[in-house]
């Protein structure tokens, strides 16, 4: 599966591909069969869109206590997120440098060192390479002229925001700060300077599933309301379809909104912000923040969903979800806490049918990339046009 990151198959989309998306919404055609089929799309992908901006790795509060070693995957590439005793963390890749083996296979604390299963050299917590046994002959552990300083694990950027791990594997990406800043300016009239008051609670606050469908069909399922009354007709008698708006921010995150979000049997049972303006109480906000991250704010909570590209044809998901620190402890907020999960829950996966459908149907030679409304589909051609102009440069 695994090609040479400049290896472009004939099946991969043309530069006229990309250039139909390119087009005015209405005229404009959507992203064609291979980037959702191709082995060598999804390797280019890894390249092209994901080691140049920042991609979310992980969650810094699935991570227990104490020193850990997590080894993750983005798009087959081994990387390491490693937290010291202190809670500081870090992402490397996942590779002894002196033959190339994966240095950690399972996730697991760390005592001591990093040891490598090959030839034992070792690493600690910060990358740093401690000790390379026999190097200059058998009871010979240092050799002269060898730095063992200029040898340790390959660092990649990291940063840490609202609980996600993110990295930048290319290295020169804008500043996290940078890159986030359109996305946290448009939600500054919502959560003001209080989004660090969100956290995790108990372990009930997450969902992982697994499809049978390319990733950037799960970024623009989410990215459109389009599908509510026949999809999820049980959100849709509280967050209705006419109820919903576009949004576009940037060239790096879209989604949809609501006016009227407010699910049933839990409205004031929870914490909420007390910056939220008054006429916007019962907003809320999806937007995905690409390549992977999808997220959602509301008055009581927030979510981020991390998109895990594992093949071309086969996602991971991992939805993680945050609630208010102030009035968490009593039973009547268990209680709503329990709803409003099982209530998401069962949102995301009434959603795996149809985009797994929609993978199916990229198979079929009389599908061409398809069509986009200019009135429901704004934000979905927002995406195909960040996927088109990153793949095309």
């Known amino acids: 599966m695994y090609q040479h990151p400049t290896a472009i198959s004939s099946g991969e989309a043309s530069r006229a591909a990309y250039a139909a998306v390119r087009r005015p919404i209405g005229e404009a055609r959507g ?24 991609t979310c790795v992980g969650f810094a509060g699935d991570l227990p206590e104490g020193a850990w070693a997590e080894p993750v995957r983005l798009l087959g590439m081994p990387l390491l997120v490693l937290q010291d005793a202190g809670g500081s963390i870090c992402v490397f890749h996942n590779v002894c440098s002196h033959r190339g083996q994966r240095l950690v296979a399972e996730a697991g604390p760390v005592k001591g060192a990093l040891r490598c299963p090959y ?35 390959k660092p990649i950027r ?39 008051r969100y956290r995790r609670v108990g372990q009930g606050d997450g969902l992982d599933l697994s499809i049978n469908a390319n990733w950037k069909l799960a970024v623009e399922n989410y990215c459109e309301s389009y599908h509510l009354p026949w999809v999820h007709p049980g959100l849709n008698t509280y967050s ?57 704010i509301h008055i009581d909570h927030f979510f981020a969903m991390r998109l895990d590209p594992v093949a071309p044809g086969h996602t991971g998901e991992s939805l993680r979800v945050y609630f208010l620190d102030d009035g968490g402890e009593d039973g009547a907020a268990d209680a709503a806490r329990q709803v409003l999960m099982d209530s998401w829950r069962t949102v995301f996966s009434e959603d795996i049918g149809v985009v797994e459908g929609m993978q199916a ?20 051609h927002h995406f195909h046009l960040w996927v088109a102009g990153s793949m095309s440069s």
């Open 31 to 54: 992203l064609p069969n291979d980037a959702y089929t191709s082995d060598s799309h999804w390797v280019a992908e890894r390249n092209r869109l994901f080691a140049r901006t920042w």
């Open 119 to 153: 030839h034992s050299w070792t690493y600690d917590l910060h990358g740093r390479l401690r000790g390379t046994p026999h190097i200059g002959g058998t009871g010979v552990h240092e050799l002269s002229g060898f730095d063992c300083a200029a040898h340790g694990l």
């Open 361 to 380: 149907g990229r198979w079929s030679p009389g599908f061409d990339g398809g069509l986009f409304s200019p009135v429901m589909d704004e934000a979905n």
């Open 158 to 196: 990291t940063e840490l925001w609202m609980d996600m791990i993110f990295v930048n594997v290319s290295g020169d990406a804008p500043p996290f700060a940078e890159h986030v800043a359109p996305l946290t300016e448009r939600w500054r009239r919502f959560w003001g300077d209080e989004c660090n």
């Open 240 to 296: 209705r379809l006419e109820d919903h708006y576009n949004i576009t921010v940037a060239d790096r995150f879209a989604g949809q909104g609501t006016r009227v979000y407010q699910l049933p049997d839990i409205a004031g049972r929870l914490p909420q912000l007390e910056v939220w303006p008054d006429k916007e109480r019962r907003t809320a906000e999806y937007i995905a923040m690409y390549p992977n991250v999808l997220l959602g």
